[in-house]
């Protein structure tokens, strides 16, 4: 995943900007990056924070990165933003993005001369293919709507002029660009909470495959937004912060409407709910809420230190690392029949983790309540995880071993609809492995009601496989 900011001032921009990138900071553990423009040019800084914060890593930098104008932005992968010199002239980009059809593209562009880099694991450095796709045409503004067009996958990105920040949803708002403004300045952020503590007001969410320059003063649309979307559920149910807000509808709030109708279909005989922090425990306050199920906290995430859960990517480290950050009070847990939620399943590696340390801590049953539907499909869109192959995801694992061979997508179809005998086989199929007393997966249609906009403006390929 990733996430960026930018902002355009009549005044120093660096603070505002060294703030509003770090509040991305629960998007992205890897690298991070800062780029200005000002009355000396262009100064960037990119950093990686696989073993430091955001705001420790780029300190001294900041006093040194003085301009009107900035972009920053966090990654998992890439290092970026990147600094390019074209006949566009010299600008600056930073992208939120999964391009599918990279190899592809690359070789369209390098046939016609264009040299590329390669990231150490052999990729290429998607942020440079953006900037080389915009600068097959013979202005920034088409340049940008080309890149969005052919890219397969998704991709939002920033730009950093001399004269401006160009902003550019991707062409299905698969992901998020949020504009804020103040007097004397305006920003740009892919999450809405980013520049709220920086005194901007929220201005309006750009469309899907919008594109817009501004600076301090005006914000100006260059290319109207189209009228379908997709934007990813998961933001709401995992990736989002819960101060942020997606179309108008705020992470934390969503939550709790989600484990509110998660509980109206249950039945669990449990003492109390708990939820796996952080995403988790707002779903489980939902259901506590609606249930009247006395909400618990049986263990705590010790947070001062530990990365996200899905990283590292060597799934060794990653084991371990779910293992030693959640704390278990015993207090809370012993003798106690607890209802457990978590925002999905992947592998389900961290869960089974979870459930076994809650017995060994003297939980009588732990019963599991995923706040969506079981993973069926890899991920097209967003970077879930590079490190996930489609066929490690327990439903799949499971779905793999009760079809004794090949799965065909129709197969599959059968096995996604809630009301089946083969998903019910499948759920029980996952409860055994993962040693739960009891499963329950939440309902895409439950879930999607939980988000509150419209079902067809919602992404839900990775539940159903369904563009």
């Known amino acids: 995943m990733g996430g960026f900011f930018g902002v355009a001032s009549k005044q120093n921009c660096n603070f505002d900007l060294f703030f509003g990138t770090d509040y991305h900071s629960h998007l992205g553990t890897r690298r991070a990056g ?4 000002g009355k000396d040019g262009f100064k960037k800084s990119i950093h990686s924070i696989e073993n430091t914060q955001f705001r420790t890593r780029f300190d001294k930098d900041i006093h040194e990165l003085n301009g009107n104008f900035g972009i920053g932005c966090i990654s998992d992968f890439e290092a970026q933003p990147i600094l390019v010199r074209s006949h566009h002239g010299t600008f600056a980009i930073t992208t939120v993005s999964k ?12 046939d016609k001369g264009t040299h590329f880099f390669e990231m150490s694991n052999g990729d290429i450095n998607s942020t440079e293919l953006v900037a080389a796709l915009i600068n097959q045409k013979p202005n920034l503004i088409e340049g940008i709507n080309y890149a969005l067009e052919v890219v397969d996958g998704s991709l939002s990105l920033m730009l950093l002029t001399p004269k401006g920040i160009y902003a550019a949803r991707d062409k299905m708002g698969r992901t998020p660009i949020i504009l804020g403004k103040k007097d004397g300045a305006r920003c740009a952020s892919f999450e809405s909470y980013a520049f709220m503590n920086l005194e901007y007001q929220y201005e309006r969410d750009l469309g899907p495959g919008e594109i817009v320059v501004f600076d301090e003063k005006n914000c100006k649309t260059l290319m109207a937004p189209g009228d379908k979307m997709k934007i990813c559920t998961f933001l709401w149910v995992y990736y ?28 669990a005989d449990v003492d109390v709910v708990a939820g796996v922090p952080d995403s988790g425990t707002a779903h489980a306050v939902g259901y506590a809420n609606e249930s009247g199920v006395p909400f618990s906290r049986p263990f705590i995430k010790y947070t001062p230190t530990w990365p996200r859960s899905f990283m590292p990517t060597i799934q060794t480290q990653r084991n371990l690392i779910a293992h030693m950050k959640l704390l278990p009070v015993h207090e809370l847990i012993k003798d106690k029949k607890l209802l ?11 869960l089974r983790e979870t459930t076994e340390f809650l017995y060994e801590s003297g939980a009588k049953e732990v019963h ?17 995880s590079r490190s996930t192959s489609e066929m490690e995801l327990i439903g799949r694992v499971v779905i793999a071993e009760l079809e004794g061979g090949e799965v065909t997508p129709e197969i599959l179809q059968e096995y996604a609809d809630p009301d089946s005998e083969k998903y019910a086989k499948m759920v029980e199929g996952i409860r055994q492995k993962l040693n739960f007393t009891s499963l329950r997966f939440h309902r895409l249609d439950d879930m999607l009601e939980s988000v509150g906009i419209p079902a067809d403006k919602l992404c839900t390929y990775c539940w159903n496989g369904k563009e």
């Open 34 to 37: 800062m780029a200005v423009y």
């Open 99 to 110: 391009i599918n059809n990279a190899e592809e593209l690359a070789k369209e562009i390098v």
């Open 240 to 267: 989002g912060y819960p101060a942020a807000s997606y179309e108008g509808v705020n992470v934390e709030e969503m939550r709790y409407n989600c484990g509110k109708l998660l509980a109206r279909r249950d039945d």
């Open 340 to 350: 457990l939620i978590d925002d999905s399943i992947v592998r389900g590696t961290q």
């Open 368 to 384: 599991i309540r995923p706040a969506c539907p079981p993973l069926l499909f890899g991920c097209k869109y967003l970077n879930f």
